[in-house]
């Protein structure tokens, strides 16, 4: 009999360590399994991981060999940065002649705030790099040793066209046995300032990560496991560890990569609101077109060159705590339960909720007394909760995970309401609706930010208390909403399905073919050594005409497999349905009209009449479907056509023509998108005709004459 190939997730939370065994065809989740996060054990979080490695491969038999893929998301570096548990960092910034001059101060950032009163201290030292040489760079280092850094960072004006006086700091420095990383590996954008300190705080958490990555690697090949290990990255993705051991900086924020990650491989969401509810925070981001939204993360409140999920983090959540001021609930949250260490009062046996009393205290030292719990007459203490204000008011399905004990909490609450002088279902509602409000104030403006139709995005619901808060927010909000299966372990999920993926960002003003093939050779190397399957890999490349920068992000997969992930294509009846919803127009106009690969355009005629109903204006409204019914491109005024390759010349040619915009100033070539096989192809940031052609032909090189693609235009 054939074995079953398996992929394994760890993910590293605050409180708990979550592990998900997965098959690897039918992405059935075969195990599950939480233990305490091993923070204060003398190996930390790595004794965790292996603990709960051995445990779920012996609970169902899996031997070493079958692990196709094996991978774990971090917290790490997040909370090494807010605790300010960060190495020290030396810098050597050079330059020459004028460029030396700005060179000097823009290398320099000075100790850098990472959170109120958390610092990270840097010593700066400035080397004129005409001439250099080793001795001075040797010198150089040993300075800022003596002073007291633990890290090196060489950035230098320019290094991102030749990074041969940063490659030989490096070397110089791991030479003397001191960890070295230089600005040019962490981006490849012009802008001294903003790239040292993206590399400054990479360096800082090298140390650390270093110890982990070491420790879990060995582990890993203890248990005679032979798939390398991979990390979660910020984007969603994964990289093997070795890649790790230069950039940690991409595991920050990682955690909240992988919980979306997860509900996007389950649910088939088109425009959504992830929402993963833990115990103390949500961590709120925003699905559109079927895609995570992403942006430049900040760290001290500067941006870096770092891209991440585009996270939103509230306190609010299962156990978040209620606070009552002169006889009034005033607030929920930002302390939880746990932070008090109570237990929550719905999760406790009824009959130890005897004559409850509210009593006031103060979670953390510094916090005002104003958060209540309750204490009863046999000495038992319960946290009041916002899981226990849901339970009561019947938003927990039967069997979820935040279902409690809703007799012990009505008891609990009887004390509580009593205080406040409204009954208990009065008083959970006033909770409820003061958590709704704070976290909807985050959700408008997301949906404010990214454009979202409010009746066509739906809420989704992650994490153990998912239900406590979304069914209720969805309900009062008139907006849908839907629990992600396999809610708890959601994020873990996400760990074992991710791909691998990498993202090359150059500064270039009108990029040429040369330009484009060498940014795609380089991120297909790149991602080759990040542990991608070269067969595997897909490139996307991107032009910001307006910021001049070049990019190209690569994804790919561990071992030969496709993301599909197996389910049926869903009937075409049903996706007319969707997508006349997604443009708002009626369902009886809108019809399909071309069908290539694994995509469908539906399209509909609206006609608005002005001028006394004299002048008819038509708008083609599109909406493209991929074959699981996810909307991944929706948009008003669009013109399309269905062309095979061999129709590049002519045809197509043709139809950019007519959807060009000719002034006396210029041509305005209109934004482009072509669907093709599995690929969907975004060419909004063309300047060109000759740009946008030269692009397709490189990405298309691989297509038969015969082949068919769907090519979408609008202004």
Same mark, same amino acid.
């Given at each position: 009999?054939?074995?079953?190939?398996?992929?394994?997730?760890?993910?590293?939370?605050?409180?708990?360590?979550?592990?998900?065994?997965?098959?690897?065809?039918?992405?059935?989740?075969?195990?599950?399994?939480?233990?305490?996060?091993?923070?204060?054990?003398?190996?930390?979080?790595?004794?965790?991981?292996?603990?709960?490695?051995?445990?779920?491969?012996?609970?169902?038999?899996?031997?070493?060999?079958?692990?196709?893929?094996?991978?774990?998301?971090?917290?790490?570096?997040?909370?090494?940065?807010?605790?300010?548990?960060?190495?020290?960092?030396?810098?050597?910034?050079?330059?020459?002649?004028?460029?030396?001059?700005?060179?000097?101060?823009?290398?320099?950032?000075?100790?850098?705030?990472?959170?109120?009163?958390?610092?990270?201290?840097?010593?700066?030292?400035?080397?004129?790099?005409?001439?250099?040489?080793?001795?001075?760079?040797?010198?150089? +280092?040993?300075?800022?040793? %003596?002073?007291?850094?633990?890290?090196?960072?060489?950035?230098?004006?320019?290094?991102?066209?030749?990074?041969?006086?940063?490659?030989?700091?490096?070397?110089?420095?791991?030479?003397?046995?001191?960890?070295?990383?230089?600005?040019?590996?962490?981006?490849?954008?012009?802008?001294?300032?903003?790239?040292?300190?993206?590399?400054?705080?990479?360096?800082?958490?090298?140390?650390?990560?270093?110890?982990?990555?070491?420790?879990?690697?060995?582990?890993?090949?203890?248990?005679?496991? !032979?798939?390398?290990?991979?990390?979660?990255?910020?984007?969603?993705?994964?990289?093997?560890?070795?890649?790790?051991?230069?950039?940690? +900086?991409?595991?920050?924020?990682?955690?909240?990569?992988?919980?979306?990650?997860?509900?996007?491989?389950?649910?088939?969401?088109?425009?959504?609101?992830?929402?993963?509810?833990?115990?103390?925070?949500?961590?709120?981001?925003?699905?559109?077109?079927?895609?995570?939204?992403?942006?430049?993360?900040?760290?001290?409140?500067?941006?870096?060159?770092?891209?991440?999920?585009?996270?939103?983090?509230?306190?609010?959540?299962?156990?978040?705590?209620?606070?009552?001021?002169?006889?009034?609930?005033?607030?929920?949250?930002?302390?939880?339960?746990?932070?008090?260490?109570?237990?929550?009062?719905?999760?406790?046996?009824?009959?130890?909720?005897?004559?409850?009393?509210?009593?006031?205290?103060?979670?953390?030292?510094?916090?005002?007394?104003?958060?209540? +719990?309750?204490?009863?007459?046999?000495?038992?203490?319960?946290?009041?909760?916002?899981?226990?204000?849901?339970?009561?008011?019947?938003?927990?399905?039967?069997?979820?995970?935040?279902?409690?004990?809703?007799?012990?909490?009505?008891?609990?609450?009887?004390?509580?309401?009593?205080?406040?002088?409204?009954?208990?279902?009065?008083?959970?509602?006033?909770?409820?609706?003061?958590?709704?409000?704070?976290?909807?104030?985050?959700?408008?403006?997301?949906?404010?930010?990214?454009?979202?139709?409010?009746?066509?995005?739906?809420?989704?619901?992650?994490?153990?208390?998912?239900?406590?808060?979304?069914?209720?927010?969805?309900?009062?909000?008139?907006?849908?909403?839907?629990?992600?299966?396999?809610?708890?372990?959601?994020?873990?999920?996400?760990?074992?399905?991710?791909?691998?993926?990498?993202?090359?960002?150059?500064?270039?003003?009108?990029?040429?073919?040369?330009?484009?093939?060498?940014?795609?050779?380089?991120?297909?190397?790149?991602?080759?050594?990040?542990?991608?399957?070269?067969?595997?890999?897909?490139?996307?490349?991107?032009?910001?005409?307006?910021?001049?920068?070049?990019?190209?992000?690569?994804?790919?997969?561990?071992?030969?497999?496709? %993301?599909?992930?197996?389910?049926?294509?869903?009937?075409?009846?049903?996706?007319?349905?969707?997508?006349?919803?997604?443009?708002?127009?009626?369902?009886?106009?809108?019809?399909?009209?071309?069908?290539?690969?694994?995509?469908?355009?539906?399209?509909?005629?609206?006609? %608005?009449?002005?001028?006394?109903?004299?002048?008819?204006?038509?708008?083609?409204?599109?909406?493209?479907?991929?074959?699981?019914?996810?909307?991944?491109?929706?948009?008003?005024?669009?013109?399309?056509?269905? +062309?095979?390759?061999? !129709?590049?010349?002519?045809?197509?040619?043709?139809?950019?023509?007519?959807?060009?915009?000719?002034?006396?100033?210029?041509?305005?070539?209109?934004?482009?998108?072509?669907?093709?096989?599995?690929?969907?192809?975004?060419?909004?940031?063309?300047?060109? %005709?000759?740009?946008?052609?030269?692009?397709?032909?490189?990405?298309?090189?691989?297509?038969?004459?015969?082949?068919?693609?769907?090519?979408?235009?609008?202004?």
């Amino acid at each position: 009999m054939e074995r079953r190939k398996v992929r394994v997730g760890i993910d590293v939370g605050g409180t708990f360590t979550d592990a998900a065994v997965i098959d690897n065809e039918t992405f059935e989740v075969i195990e599950k399994m939480k233990i305490p996060t091993t923070h204060h054990d003398e190996d930390g979080v790595a004794k965790g991981i292996v603990q709960i490695l051995n445990q779920i491969l012996e609970s169902r038999g899996i031997l070493p060999e079958d692990v196709a893929f094996i991978a774990h998301g971090t917290t790490q570096a997040t909370n090494a940065l807010l605790e300010g548990d960060v190495a020290r960092v030396g810098i050597i910034g050079m330059g020459s002649g004028l460029d030396g001059i700005s060179a000097r101060s823009e290398s320099n950032p000075g100790d850098i705030e990472l959170a109120p009163g958390k610092f990270l201290k840097t010593y700066h030292t400035y080397l004129d790099s005409k001439d250099l040489k080793e001795e001075q760079i040797a010198a150089a +280092i040993d300075e800022l040793s %003596k002073q007291g850094a633990e890290v090196i960072v060489a950035s230098e004006a320019y290094s991102v066209d030749d990074p041969t006086n940063e490659l030989r700091v490096v070397e110089i420095a791991n030479r003397k046995g001191i960890y070295a990383t230089g600005g040019h590996e962490i981006s490849q954008l012009y802008g001294l300032k903003t790239r040292t300190r993206t590399a400054v705080v990479n360096a800082s958490l090298i140390p650390k990560m270093m110890e982990t990555a070491n420790m879990t690697e060995k582990s890993v090949k203890n248990a005679s496991i !032979q798939s390398q290990l991979m990390i979660m990255r910020c984007d969603g993705g994964v990289m093997s560890i070795d890649e790790v051991r230069k950039r940690p +900086i991409l595991t920050m924020l990682s955690g909240l990569a992988a919980g979306v990650a997860g509900a996007l491989m389950y649910e088939k969401i088109s425009d959504g609101i992830f929402f993963e509810v833990g115990g103390t925070s949500v961590d709120i981001s925003v699905i559109k077109n079927g895609k995570v939204m992403i942006k430049n993360a900040q760290v001290g409140g500067h941006r870096t060159y770092l891209q991440s999920l585009d996270v939103r983090t509230l306190g609010i959540a299962g156990g978040s705590m209620i606070k009552v001021v002169d006889g009034k609930i005033t607030d929920v949250g930002p302390r939880s339960a746990h932070i008090a260490g109570k237990e929550y009062e719905s999760f406790a046996p009824s009959d130890q909720i005897v004559n409850p009393k509210v009593k006031f205290l103060s979670p953390r030292e510094g916090d005002p007394q104003e958060y209540i +719990i309750c204490e009863c007459e046999n000495g038992q203490e319960y946290s009041y909760t916002l899981a226990g204000a849901a339970n009561i008011l019947g938003y927990i399905p039967e069997g979820d995970y935040a279902q409690g004990n809703t007799e012990a909490a009505i008891k609990a609450w009887e004390a509580l309401a009593s205080h406040v002088g409204l009954t208990v279902e009065e008083a959970a509602r006033q909770v409820m609706n003061i958590a709704i409000d704070k976290t909807m104030k985050t959700v408008n403006e997301m949906i404010e930010d990214y454009e979202l139709d409010r009746s066509f995005t739906t809420l989704v619901g992650g994490g153990g208390s998912g239900t406590v808060l979304i069914p209720a927010m969805a309900e009062r909000e008139n907006m849908k909403c839907k629990i992600a299966s396999n809610a708890p372990y959601i994020s873990t999920i996400g760990v074992a399905l991710a791909m691998v993926k990498e993202q090359l960002e150059r500064t270039i003003v009108n990029p040429t073919e040369d330009d484009i093939k060498r940014i795609r050779a380089d991120i297909v190397e790149r991602i080759v050594k990040s542990g991608a399957n070269e067969d595997t890999v897909e490139v996307t490349i991107e032009i910001d005409s307006q910021k001049n920068i070049l990019r190209a992000v690569a994804t790919g997969s561990t071992e030969l497999r496709s %993301k599909d992930l197996g389910q049926d294509a869903m009937a075409e009846a049903d996706m007319r349905v969707i997508a006349a919803k997604s443009v708002d127009q009626p369902l009886e106009s809108t019809k399909l009209a071309a069908q290539t690969g694994r995509w469908s355009l539906f399209s509909s005629e609206s006609v %608005k009449k002005s001028f006394f109903g004299l002048l008819k204006k038509r708008s083609t409204y599109a909406s493209v479907l991929d074959r699981e019914g996810v909307v991944r491109f929706k948009k008003g005024n669009v013109h399309f056509t269905k +062309i095979a390759k061999s !129709q590049f010349g002519g045809e197509l040619s043709h139809f950019l023509d007519e959807n060009t915009i000719y002034s006396d100033a210029n041509a305005t070539l209109p934004k482009v998108f072509v669907f093709y096989k599995e690929k969907m192809l975004d060419l909004t940031g063309m300047q060109t %005709k000759e740009q946008l052609m030269s692009i397709l032909e490189i990405e298309t090189e691989m297509l038969a004459a015969g082949d068919e693609l769907i090519v979408v235009a609008y202004q």
